[in-house]
């Protein structure tokens, strides 16, 4: 159980391009869904907190225009990397929690690898 | 602020040796410590977990103790396999009205057969 799939698992496009990331939750609800990003040999740096029904919250320094998300469900998140540029290539990950308790584990999707062009 | 260091990578060893990845944290509050692993080409995945002091996390032959005084939460495995190769992250959750995740940096394992 607590599968989270992530999808696409791959892109490619041009620099310009906005590319849509989804990430659900296939057999729970996820109360709160997190956006990772990772770079090449590094650990992840958290981008955003995504709650159900209510606006993300970002860490510092990440551009909430730039990286747009949407919780529209209890199973669904989506990240848009808007006007998408070369120094946004980065292999993206997103995690959903069945709780709202620190005890709770993550589960995570497998990534989407995003070159820009 | 909360953080977690781990011990650098990589690490390599010989099958069927002894495992020790070292970690510690700070955090105000009582965190929960967590060990995900990511094997070659795949995301993390929950290893294990302990979330108060004393606790024994154990999955795989892996295992880890939620030690307070010492502010650490070292994964250990007897005898390791060509398997378990990946990249072991150490982790704190943190109750921050909801819940954050700091993640260590990663620790790369190389097990030769």
Redesign the interface.
Known sequence: GAV?S?HPSWVICKSGTSVKIECRSLDFQAT?M?WYRQFP????M?MA?S?EGSKA?YEQGVEKDKFLINHASLTLSTLTVTSAHPEDSSFY?C?A?QG????????????TRLSIL | GDSVTQMEGPVTLSEEAFLTINCTYTATGY??L?W?VQYPG?????LL?A?KADDKGSNKGFEATYRKETTSFHLEKGSVQVSDSAVY?CAL???TG?????????T?LFVKA
């Open positions: 989270v992530q709160t997190f040999k590094q650990s992840l958290l907190t709650n919250t990950i995690s929690s709202t308790g620190n005890n709770q584990p993550q589960h995570f999707g497998d990534g | 965190p929960s967590f995900y795949e995301g993390l995945q929950l977990k979330t992250f959750s943190v109750d909801g819940f954050k995740t700091i993640f260590g940096a990663g790369r």
